[in-house]
Structure formats: C-alpha cells, structure tokens
C-alpha cells in the first residue's frame, strides 16, 4: 500500500482545560484538567495516519531538552519510524500552552524552538524516495523553510514523482500568500483551515477561496471548517461534508486528523470524494477525547464510529 511521510512541527502540548478566564498577575485560576500531549500539525496528522493502519515516517526537528525526548519518545510508542529527526544542541524544542474553553474550542500560547529551524538540507530525499504519500504539515510556523526554499523542497518533491500535501498554521507574522505563492503549482492537495485560508486567499465564500488556490496552480483543496464541516474542490468536482452531531470534547488537532485520515484515504487508492469523506470522519472523531491524536484508536474503531451516522466507507 505505500508509505507516509509528515514533514513539519513537531511540538509538546501543555493542554489546560476548562479556561474561561486567565488569573489576575498574582493569582491562580482552577482547571480540571492539566495534561501533556505530543502535538504539531505533521505529528499529529502522522499518528492518526498510523492508527488508522498505515507505515508513517515523521521528519523534523527537536532540542535536546526534556520536551525533546518526550516527544520521540512519544512518536516510538506509537510505532512512528523517527530516523529523520534532527536533534538541534543549539535550540529548545517547540512547545504550546493550550487553552481549551468549555465549549472545546482553543487559544494557544506558542514557541516556535526547533521547528523554525527546519531547512532544506535537513531533508534526506534519498529517504523520501521510500515513500507514496508526502505531507508537508505546519507552513507559516516553519521560518526557514518560506518562499524559494518551501519551493525547492515541493519542487524536489514533485520531481520524484510523489503526491505531495500541504497544510498551514496561523501565521502571527502576516505574511500569509507570500510564503507560499510559489510552491503551490506544486501542491496535489492543499488542506488548510478556512480561516488560514480567507487570509491566504482574501476570499470569505468557500468556493471563490478554492478557486483562487486552484488558480495558483494547486491540483485540488480540502477547506476545514471546523463545526461547519468541510469542502473539497478541483477542476471537475466538488463536496461539502457537514459536521456530525458529535459531543465535542476538544477540538485540539482536529484539523489534523482530518489530514491524517484525508492522506490515508490517498494512500488506499480512495477517490476524490471518499478521501474527503474519510477526512471528515477522522476529524469528526477526534473531537470526542482530549488531545489532538487519542480519539482515533484505529480503523475498526473508526468505521464503527461511522456507522453511527449512517455513514460507510470503501
């Protein structure tokens, strides 16, 4: 069936819960909740890619630092191939502070560390050539690898002859289209959050905002629209998933694991439509636990998780 390879952030979540208002100087502000989880957009959308039954390489960068070692150590108890993760002596590795509100939604606190490190010379493309599917996960965090050098390594990628995916995290900095403008003739899918995407674009209708990627170049769009659902666009075709009626635990990694379970999909051989809808399902399940990647245990689980809302996959 081939392989998966997530290129991207790799980061320790502080995950806090519920906060509905942040304590005076001073003062402290009771939660129920307190815990550590691995996180970051290429980890996560990896470990719910291998739980759902598939071989999954992460490659990126961590500090030598106690978040460090917690997170490979987190990414080999959950059987994920880490050969390709640099240790930087220089730096700290990324961390977030997550606050998630009582009604599941999140503010993040964050340190970029290790991940604005990552560059080009760090990825071993004879590595790469091992795998089917490669998912570049977290640009607009990732400050060395913008611009002509994201381009190098899409075009890279493509010249390989790989199916190469692409998603985004906010950018606090504002540069938005510019870091990305030239590499996306390179993107097979893109899969961005749609507010990351109304910034990218400037566009506010689901459709127009496809349009505009599809415009650049890219080959076909999923939008994650959080408890609105999702949408995906090409040349010929077009879906819109809606939310199921889920109880939202948290909504940590959500987007994600609608990554994770779109590049299984793509690795299966699924079509258009059914790489969506599996996409829409894993991310629909991810809410009902704490922590971006433990609501999703595996493929039978998943399908089961399904069938309560009358929905089936291939």
Not at 43 to 52: D, E, F, G, R, V
Not at 152 to 179: H, Y
Not at 214 to 228: A, D, E, F, T, Y
Request: hydrophobic fraction near 40%; glycine fraction near 10%; include cysteine.
């Amino acid at each position: 069936m081939g392989k998966i390879a997530c290129i991207g952030l790799i980061v320790a979540d502080f995950v806090v819960k519920p906060v509905n208002q942040l304590p005076e100087k001073g003062k402290t502000v009771l939660v129920d909740t307190a815990e550590l989880h691995i996180g970051g957009c290429a980890a996560n959308s990896a470990i719910i890619a291998k739980n759902l039954g598939t071989e999954v390489s992460v490659i990126g960068k961590v500090g030598p630092d106690a978040l460090g070692h917690f997170l490979i150590n987190e990414l080999k108890r959950s059987d994920i191939e880490i050969s390709a993760i640099k240790i930087d002596k220089d730096i700290t590795s990324s961390g977030t502070s997550v606050l998630v509100h009582s009604d599941g939604e999140r503010s993040f606190i964050h340190s970029i560390g290790a991940n604005g490190k990552l560059i080009y010379q760090d990825i071993d493309f004879q590595y790469l050539k091992n795998f089917s599917v490669i998912h570049i996960g977290g640009v607009l965090l990732m400050d060395s690898l913008e611009d002509e050098n994201l381009k190098k390594l899409c075009s890279r990628i493509k010249e390989m002859g790989k199916i190469l995916t692409l998603d985004t995290a906010w950018d606090f900095k504002g540069k938005w289209l510019s870091v990305i403008e030239k590499s996306l003739p390179y993107i097979d899918y893109f899969l961005p959050s749609i507010e990351e995407a109304k910034m990218i674009s400037g566009k506010e209708d689901k459709e127009e905002i496809c349009k505009f990627f599809l415009n650049k170049g890219v080959k076909n769009v999923g939008l994650k629209m959080g408890g609105k659902g999702s949408f995906i666009m090409n040349n010929t075709e077009k879906y819109y998933f809606p939310s199921l009626p889920v109880e939202v635990v948290s909504t940590l990694g959500a987007g994600d694991a609608y990554v994770g379970g779109f590049l299984v999909g793509l690795l299966k051989g699924y079509n258009f439509e059914n790489c969506g809808l599996l996409a829409n399902i894993t991310g629909a399940q991810s809410v009902t636990s704490m922590g971006a990647t433990s609501g999703i245990k595996n493929w039978k689980g998943l399908l089961d998780f399904a069938k309560k809302y009358n929905l089936s996959l291939p």
